[in-house]
């Protein structure tokens, strides 16, 4: 590939110094380079060819078993001053960190290959794409972030001589987690990663990019980018709305952003088109509204889990052109995670390689196996999902796992109420993962873990964006909770596709056709505008879903918000100083209405 810009030349002539790979390959996007590629990493045992029959173009990969997630504790904001990571990031100073991995990665390329992956996040040359340029030993990598991103010729045409790219630098080393670092230096537009291999520490165009240095250089030019969903919601009458949403894992965050609306509703011609499922970068458009678009072109998924009923639209997704990482391997050359159906395979191999059968006693799949599938896939892929301006949001949606706290849905006041929403928003823990349940942990807008700068400012960034077009045509803000539980422990909403249920009041608010009960916390629907028709679910033997339970699930407990405010208060000290005052104002303001509706 001929490329001229100085700048890139540069960047790989210092790494490859660095690294001393035996041999430089550029990553030109074509099918010949991708098929050479996955014989080649079949041929050396990075990648194992699945039955072609079955999985046509589908390829399987085993991480290290020290090597299955993301690690927040060895990932690290290096801004040139600590405050500027703020108190919820890592931090370590851009000389040392630069250091650190200089001397780790010394020479770790020699006699190895060293790709090069010009990519583009976002639509090539749309107005939300941003360019990073990858360099990895590793030929997964290089097959995943194919289907992950716009990678090739046309990424360098599109370049052109801008310095405006993000550095991407990875090796694989020796996979020791004591020497295992996750660097972003935001000022300096690049990323460090060693000794990793798994793809949420390795893909750097996702979250390393896509949300810790995108959402830095949203903030410095007047834009965002956010851990959210994209979704389109298409009436009989063909009219599709936009909704952006963040949720925390395990919030089902993937089955609503590829939702289908229950029979009644799909008979009637309503429909659910998903844009993107994990990240949003957000433009204010020059009619003034906001504008979304995913910058990624695939999905790094969750298998465990996935199946026909929870979320069919995401199995099919893995039919074609799929890498699998860490799930069970079955003997005729296909693949298999708990939760797919109910006949686990025998005479398998699980995800570390060992035979495997369902009396094993260990997981065949690791709970946190992935599959990597391209967008396209999708059978309710919008058709908006690559237009270069993106699409225009009417609603932004928060949401966690509360069993008791939040209502089925409620809305903020305004735009700066919408942001002191989505600053307090928490999901509690559960007895699988933590032993304690209820105890609930802040994750302001799904973002505390890839927030590039620190989080104070963050917030005001989005006060600052609120600020950027009229109230009328900025996005309405909600918030959900599929989550609730009565006093026996039993959810009582179904969740799921019924979910659209809620969704379509959020756009009928949106639109003004429907009114709502002023609370404490914002606006709750009145209980006959969440349609129930045909709502077929069984809470607990002997108890199937009604209009009480509905109404229990729109209720606000004063009590219960009046705890919350004392942990809102020690979240935010925790953040600091840089916490907007307007947050402050109106957590006070949301405090006197509880305490003044209380008395009443």
Same mark, same amino acid.
């Given at each position: 590939?001929?490329?001229?810009?100085?700048?890139? @030349?540069?960047?790989?002539?210092?790494?490859?110094?660095?690294?001393?790979?035996?041999?430089?390959?550029?990553?030109?996007?074509?099918?010949?380079?991708?098929?050479?590629?996955?014989?080649?990493?079949?041929?050396?045992?990075?990648?194992?060819?699945?039955?072609?029959?079955?999985?046509?173009?589908?390829?399987?990969?085993?991480?290290?078993?020290?090597?299955?997630?993301?690690?927040?504790?060895?990932?690290?904001? &290096?801004?040139?001053?600590?405050?500027?990571?703020?108190?919820?990031?890592?931090?370590?100073?851009? *000389?040392?960190?630069?250091?650190?991995? %200089?001397?780790?990665?010394?020479? *770790?390329?020699?006699?190895?290959?060293?790709?090069?992956?010009?990519?583009?996040?976002?639509?090539?040359?749309?107005?939300?794409?941003?360019?990073?340029?990858?360099?990895?030993?590793?030929?997964?990598? =290089?097959?995943?972030?194919?289907?992950?991103?716009?990678?090739?010729?046309? =990424?360098?045409?599109?370049?052109?001589?801008?310095?405006?790219?993000?550095?991407?630098?990875?090796?694989?080393?020796?996979?020791?987690?004591?020497?295992?670092?996750?660097?972003?230096?935001?000022?300096?537009? !690049?990323?460090?990663?060693?000794?990793?291999?798994?793809?949420? @520490?390795?893909?750097?165009?996702?979250?390393?990019?896509?949300?810790?240095?995108?959402?830095?250089?949203?903030?410095?030019?007047?834009?965002?980018?956010?851990?959210?969903?994209?979704?389109? #919601?298409?009436?009989?009458?063909?009219?599709?709305?936009?909704?952006?949403?963040?949720?925390?894992?395990?919030?089902?965050?993937?089955?609503? +952003?590829? #939702?289908?609306?229950?029979?009644?509703?799909?008979?009637?011609?309503?429909?659910?088109?998903?844009?993107?499922?994990?990240?949003?970068?957000?433009?204010?458009?020059?009619?003034?509204?906001?504008?979304?678009?995913?910058?990624? !072109?695939?999905?790094?998924?969750?298998?465990?889990?996935?199946?026909?009923?929870?979320?069919? @639209?995401?199995?099919?997704?893995?039919?074609?052109?799929?890498?699998?990482?860490?799930?069970?391997?079955?003997?005729?050359?296909? $693949?298999?995670?708990?939760?797919? %159906?109910?006949?686990?395979?025998?005479?398998?191999?699980?995800?570390?390689?060992?035979?495997?059968?369902?009396?094993?006693?260990?997981?065949?799949?690791?709970?946190?196996? *992935?599959?990597?599938?391209?967008?396209?896939?999708?059978? &309710?892929?919008?058709?908006?999902?690559?237009?270069?301006?993106?699409?225009?949001?009417?609603?932004?949606?928060?949401?966690?796992?509360?069993?008791?706290?939040?209502?089925?849905?409620?809305?903020?006041?305004?735009?700066?109420?919408?942001?002191? $929403?989505?600053?307090?928003?928490?999901?509690?823990?559960?007895?699988?993962?933590?032993?304690?349940?209820? $105890?609930?942990?802040?994750?302001?807008?799904?973002?505390?873990?890839?927030?590039?700068?620190?989080?104070?400012?963050?917030?005001?960034?989005?006060?600052?964006?609120?600020?950027?077009?009229?109230?009328?045509?900025?996005?309405?803000?909600?918030?959900?909770?599929?989550?609730?539980?009565?006093?026996?422990? @039993?959810?009582?909403?179904?969740?799921?596709?019924?979910?659209?249920? $809620?969704?379509?009041?959020?756009?009928?608010?949106? #639109?003004?056709?429907? %009114?709502?009960?002023?609370?404490?916390?914002?606006?709750?629907?009145?209980?006959?505008?969440?349609?129930?028709?045909?709502?077929?679910?069984?809470?607990?033997?002997?108890?199937?879903?009604?209009?009480?339970?509905? *109404?229990?699930?729109?209720?606000?407990?004063?009590?219960?918000?009046?705890?919350?405010?004392?942990?809102?208060?020690?979240?935010? +000290?925790?953040?600091?100083?840089?916490?907007?005052?307007? #947050?402050?104002?109106?957590?006070?303001?949301?405090?006197?209405?509880?305490?003044?509706?209380?008395? +009443?």
């Amino acid at each position: 590939m001929d490329c001229q810009n100085a700048m890139v @030349n540069q960047f790989i002539k210092e790494a490859a110094e660095l690294l001393q790979p035996e041999r430089i390959v550029w990553i030109d996007g074509s099918e010949q380079q991708t098929e050479e590629l996955r014989r080649l990493g079949c041929e050396r045992g990075e990648m194992i060819r699945l039955n072609q029959e079955k999985l046509p173009n589908c390829y399987y990969h085993r991480t290290a078993v020290n090597d299955v997630s993301r690690v927040e504790d060895r990932t690290f904001i &290096c801004s040139r001053e600590k405050k500027h990571a703020g108190a919820t990031n890592n931090w370590m100073e851009p *000389r040392r960190a630069y250091a650190l991995t %200089d001397g780790i990665m010394r020479g *770790r390329m020699k006699g190895r290959t060293m790709y090069v992956i010009p990519f583009s996040m976002g639509v090539v040359s749309s107005p939300f794409s941003k360019i990073g340029i990858e360099l990895t030993d590793s030929i997964y990598v =290089v097959l995943n972030m194919l289907i992950m991103t716009r990678c090739g010729e046309q =990424v360098i045409r599109a370049l052109g001589d801008s310095n405006d790219f993000v550095r991407g630098l990875h090796a694989l080393c020796d996979i020791d987690e004591q020497k295992r670092y996750i660097l972003q230096f935001p000022e300096d537009n !690049a990323i460090r990663s060693c000794n990793s291999g798994y793809g949420g @520490n390795v893909l750097l165009g996702k979250k390393c990019f896509a949300l810790r240095i995108a959402s830095y250089q949203g903030w410095k030019e007047g834009w965002m980018a956010e851990h959210m969903l994209i979704l389109g #919601l298409e009436n009989p009458a063909g009219d599709v709305r936009y909704i952006a949403a963040a949720f925390p894992s395990a919030c089902g965050k993937t089955n609503l +952003a590829m #939702l289908i609306p229950p029979e009644g509703y799909r008979i009637k011609g309503y429909r659910v088109w998903t844009v993107g499922d994990d990240i949003a970068w957000i433009r204010v458009g020059p009619d003034g509204r906001f504008y979304a678009q995913n910058p990624e !072109a695939g999905f790094f998924g969750v298998a465990p889990g996935t199946n026909e009923k929870s979320n069919p @639209n995401a199995l099919a997704c893995t039919n074609e052109g799929t890498i699998f990482t860490n799930v069970a391997l079955k003997p005729d050359g296909t $693949v298999w995670w708990e939760g797919l %159906d109910k006949n686990p395979p025998r005479d398998a191999l699980d995800w570390t390689g060992k035979p495997w059968d369902p009396d094993s006693g260990v997981k065949g799949a690791h709970p946190n196996s *992935r599959f990597t599938a391209p967008a396209r896939n999708c059978p &309710c892929i919008s058709p908006e999902w690559e237009n270069p301006a993106g699409v225009p949001l009417e609603a932004i949606i928060f949401g966690g796992r509360r069993a008791k706290t939040a209502p089925l849905v409620y809305q903020s006041r305004d735009w700066d109420h919408g942001v002191f $929403v989505g600053s307090i928003m928490a999901s509690e823990t559960t007895a699988a993962a933590t032993g304690a349940v209820g $105890v609930p942990r802040r994750d302001p807008m799904s973002m505390l873990p890839f927030c590039g700068y620190d989080m104070g400012d963050y917030f005001q960034h989005w006060l600052d964006m609120g600020k950027m077009t009229t109230d009328d045509k900025l996005p309405k803000i909600f918030n959900v909770n599929w989550f609730r539980l009565d006093d026996k422990g @039993n959810f009582i909403w179904p969740g799921f596709g019924e979910n659209f249920r $809620v969704l379509q009041w959020i756009i009928a608010r949106c #639109l003004g056709e429907v %009114d709502a009960v002023e609370t404490p916390i914002g606006w709750v629907p009145y209980p006959e505008d969440i349609h129930i028709e045909g709502l077929d679910y069984q809470i607990c033997p002997n108890h199937r879903f009604g209009e009480e339970d509905l *109404r229990r699930l729109l209720t606000i407990e004063n009590s219960l918000w009046l705890d919350e405010v004392a942990d809102i208060r020690a979240f935010y +000290a925790k953040i600091g100083k840089t916490v907007p005052a307007k #947050l402050i104002k109106e957590l006070n303001k949301m405090e006197a209405r509880l305490r003044e509706d209380a008395k +009443a």
